[in-house]
Each structure stands twice: as structure tokens, then as C-alpha cells.
């Protein structure tokens, strides 16, 4: 019997599908994949390992490696999701894939060990952003690469998915020899992603297949390898992990790294770490080929890709027209966007955002946000309306001292108790009941009443009822950003 522990690795901002995907809201998050689903590219991959579960298989809890900042966008996401078990890794800071791996193989070995259970769990590691269309060849192939290590020593297996064209954006894997009985083959080396000329060649030779980034493993076998190549890796995650943390929320566990230690870790990737330095090693690796309609949705281009085109090649979402209009896609979140005469566009609208790019460039969307980078604007980072772990609110108004947000807070949450040193603010509940601190008063609210709270008075907003809260907040004063917080107290543990 194997017992396989899925780790999702959940990290990224996702630059080059700007502007819908952002590093406040990376792209694992939304709903991008196109075949009419209503989960997130991150749910999907939770979902798709759950499969893999049989009379020979035991499927232990979910690991999710993510970022700090991200642990309430993974913890609400989960919890639309049924009977997942969860235990969330949360990085203060991104060292990359190895190290996240690192974490993620010393928890699974944790959580065997409070288990009194004497078993080296199997890990089936995959990114948070990729989609698949075939659902049961993707079962049956991780099957196969969990048999392929189960009862061998030290051995990894990865996917490597059947090419479709000359792709210069993938790695690749050249395979060598036949298949065995469980479908692998041996990997005879990795290569870096080729120009078009080498990938060219790579699909005529027929041997190359794509590096998916999916693979499995012992937990022991990772650790064991990490120690062996990069033993500076390997030394700065054990520190990291000695010192870490422990608390929970709505019953998933969150596991916090030190937080010095773990930025201490040289930063690098699980392929050059490790992976690409296993053909011919002590570390054999097999590749099992996947033929599943895989997608990585790395660019715009990719999104089109999988989209469900009409009949002239469109794929479209939300308020969009279009005529005599071919081979685009039309993305609309807030408001009707329409297309006329053009061929081979991104058009995407955000309500603070517009993106038009030729479809064989949309790679170079990265670009545009390197520049909003450099700018220090906001739109690289956060949407006009935001998540936050108690529910979110949407920047609807801004001039010269002053700013107006909608404000929704989930049934029984409660924003931090805080203060502001350069603006005063105006609430005015629209929709609900809300128990309001301000200074040394508590006041219940009902729609259409409002209060004041003055420059410097220590405030929060609670929603003790059963429905969402709304309110519309006015903010007046010399700063604005959401830096001006003074936090005292806090739910979600950022005081």
C-alpha cells in the first residue's frame, strides 16, 4: 500500500497574464481554463490528485506551499472544495521551488512520524497554474509513476507531456530506451528551453517530450538528493524548519517557517537544484509520458489556446461585441468591451486596466509590468477591488485627499483594530448590521446611518451577524495608502 501526499506548490504572481493576474491575485487563483469550470487553476490541481486515490493507494493530507500574503486566498479556496485535508506551508519570503520542496517533504515526514506511522511517503508534487483536459489519462499516469518509485530506491518519476509543436517557452526531456511495465522510460537528460530551429528539431527526432514541472517522489529520496547536491540548500531548510511556528484557522493548519533562517536559503529551482542532475546518478529518473491536452497558461496566447473558440476563432468572457473579428481573445470584467475588424488580439479590461497585445507577442506582457514596477504603481500589485481574509473592498473614487471604497465583511469577521495618522474616515453601512470601536465607544449600525472617525482614533469593524456587511467608507486627509495602518489587535495575525 502507498501513501502518496500531494504538495501543491502555490507561489508565483503569474506577471505575464497581467492585468488580470497580479501578485495580490496571482493567475493560480482565477478561473482561466476554459472549459466552462467555475474552480480556479489552484482548486483544479487540489482536485486532480484526489483522483489518484485506489484500493493500492492511501491519500494523505494536501501540502499547499504558498506565500504568506496568499494563506486566506488558498484557505478560502479550499474551503469550496469538499473533503480536502490541508496543511498550508507559508514562505515569509520566495526562495524559489527547491527550497519550497524542502519544506514540504520535512512536513510530510512530520506528519507520518505524529502519526506513529513507519512509512516513507510518496510525493506527488505539481505546479498550482496548469490545466488538464483528459482527466483519466492524468490519473492513470500519476498511478504509474507512483508504482515506478513505490518499491525502488531513491528513484523519482516525472511526467513528460507529448509535444504538440516546436514550443521555445517549455524545457524538455529526451527519453532513452523502452517503456517497462509501468509505462516509464529512462530520462536521458534534460535541456534548457530551445530556440525555434533546435525545437524544431527536437519534435521531427521524435525522443523530446516537455518538462511539466509534475513529478513524484519519496519524501526521503528528495531530502537525500537536496543533501547531495546542494547540501547549502539543504542545511539553510533544516534551520528554517527547526525554527518554525504553528497555528490553524477553520481547521487547516498553517506551518511558518523562521522567518531569518528561511531567508537565508539560496534561491533555486527544484530542476537546476536537483532534477536536471539525476540522469546517471545514484538518483534514477524515469519519465512517464502524459498525452492529457496539458496547458501551463504561461501567456495570453496559452489562455486562447485552451479557450472554447466560435466558429471565427474567438474566445471570449464577460460583456464583449465583436464583429468581423477573428482568432482573438476578448476578456471583460467590469464593463462591455467590443471588437471591430481586428485578427489575433489579447484585449483584456479590468476596471482600472486595459491590455492590447498581438497574440504572438503576449510573452512580452512581463515587459509592461517590469515598467509598472519601476513606476512604483499599484495596478502591478493589487485589482481595484481586493481580497482581504475578512472579505474585501473596492477602490470606487480617488482625487486630492480623499478616497471612497466599498467595504464587505464576511458574517462574524472583523477588521483589525487600528489607527491612522493622516486621514479621518466616513462610514455609511448600506447593507447589514455593523458593531463599530471608535475610540472608547462600541455602537451598533443599520443601513443608512453612519459615523466619523477622527485622524488618530483607535477603530474596527465587526459583522456579528449572519450576512455579508456593506458599507461605503470616505476617506479624507494628506495620505491615503495602505500603509497608514497602525494595527493593535488582529484575527489574522498581522499585528
Not at 509535444?163 to 509501468?182: F, H
Not at 456587511?469 to 494595527?487: A, H, K, M, P, T
Request: proline fraction near 4%.
Amino acid at each position: 500500500m502507498a501513501l502518496v501526499i500531494p504538495v501543491i506548490l502555490c507561489g508565483g504572481s503569474g506577471t505575464r497574464l497581467w492585468p488580470l493576474s497580479r501578485s495580490g491575485f496571482p493567475k493560480q487563483f482565477l478561473v482561466l481554463s476554459g472549459d466552462g469550470s467555475s474552480q480556479s487553476l489552484f482548486q483544479q490541481a487540489v482536485q486532480r490528485i484526489q483522483t489518484v486515490a485506489s484500493p493500492e493507494i492511501t491519500l494523505g493530507p494536501t501540502l499547499v506551499v504558498t506565500g504568506e500574503d496568499h494563506r486566506f486566498l488558498v484557505l478560502d479556496q479550499l474551503r469550496e472544495l469538499k473533503n480536502v485535508e490541508a496543511t498550508l506551508l507559508l514562505e515569509p519570503v520566495g526562495r524559489n521551488t527547491a527550497p519550497a520542496l524542502n519544506m514540504a517533504a520535512l512536513c510530510a515526514e512530520q506528519l507520518i512520524q505524529d502519526k506513529n506511522q513507519d512509512q516513507d511517503p510518496i510525493l506527488v508534487i505539481t505546479p498550482a497554474d496548469q490545466t488538464i483536459q483528459n482527466q483519466a489519462a492524468f490519473t492513470q499516469a500519476l498511478q504509474d509513476c507512483i508504482q515506478t518509485v513505490q518499491g525502488a530506491t531513491n528513484a523519482i518519476a516525472i511526467l513528460g507531456i507529448t509535444p504538440t509543436a516546436p514550443e521555445t517557452g517549455y524545457g524538455y526531456i529526451q527519453r532513452s530506451g523502452e517503456k517497462d511495465q509501468n509505462n516509464a522510460c529512462t530520462v536521458a537528460r534534460f535541456v534548457e528551453k530551445p530556440d525555434s530551429k533546435t525545437a524544431q528539431a527536437y519534435l521531427a527526432e521524435g525522443s523530446y517530450l516537455w518538462n511539466s514541472g509534475m513529478f513524484v517522489l519519496k519524501a526521503s529520496t528528495w531530502l537525500n538528493a537536496v543533501k547531495e547536491f546542494r547540501s547549502d540548500i539543504f542545511e539553510a531548510s533544516q534551520k528554517a524548519w527547526l525554527s518554525k511556528s504553528e497555528d490553524s484557522s477553520g481547521g487547516v493548519g498553517f506551518i511558518r517557517p523562521g522567518k531569518e533562517e528561511f531567508k537565508a536559503i539560496p534561491s533555486d529551482s527544484i530542476d537546476y537544484a536537483v532534477i536536471e542532475k539525476c540522469p546517471g546518478s545514484q538518483f534514477p529518473i524515469k519519465m512517464v509520458e502524459l498525452d492529457a491536452g496539458w496547458n501551463d497558461l504561461g501567456a495570453w496566447d496559452a489562455v486562447w489556446q485552451v479557450g472554447q473558440q466560435d466558429v471565427s476563432g474567438n474566445v471570449t468572457s464577460g460583456d464583449t461585441l465583436l464583429t468581423n473579428t477573428k482568432n482573438s481573445l476578448v476578456h471583460a470584467s467590469s464593463r462591455l468591451v467590443s471588437a471591430v475588424g481586428v485578427e489575433n488580439l489579447i484585449i483584456v479590461e479590468t476596471a482600472d486596466a486595459v491590455l492590447v497585445a498581438d497574440r504572438k507577442n503576449s510573452q512580452d506582457v512581463k515587459n509592461i509590468v517590469s515598467q509598472l514596477e519601476s513606476q512604483k504603481r499599484e495596478e502591478k500589485n493589487l485589482h481595484r477591488k481586493v481580497a482581504r481574509p475578512w472579505g474585501w473592498y473596492d477602490s470606487v473614487d480617488e482625487g486630492e485627499r480623499f478616497k471612497v471604497k466599498r467595504i464587505q465583511v464576511k458574517p462574524g469577521a472583523s477588521l483589525s483594530l487600528q489607527m491612522h495618522h493622516h486621514r479621518a474616515e466616513h462610514w455609511i453601512v448600506v447593507k447589514g448590521v455593523a458593531e463599530i470601536t471608535n475610540g472608547d465607544q462600541i455602537i451598533t449600525l443599520t443601513e443608512n446611518q453612519s459615523t466619523y472617525i477622527p485622524q488618530g482614533q483607535t477603530h474596527r469593524l465587526s459583522n456579528k451577524g449572519t450576512e455579508p456587511l456593506e458599507i461605503i467608507e470616505v476617506q479624507s486627509g494628506s495620505y491615503l495608502g495602505e500603509d497608514d495602518i497602525v494595527r493593535f489587535e488582529d484575527t489574522y495575525g498581522r499585528s
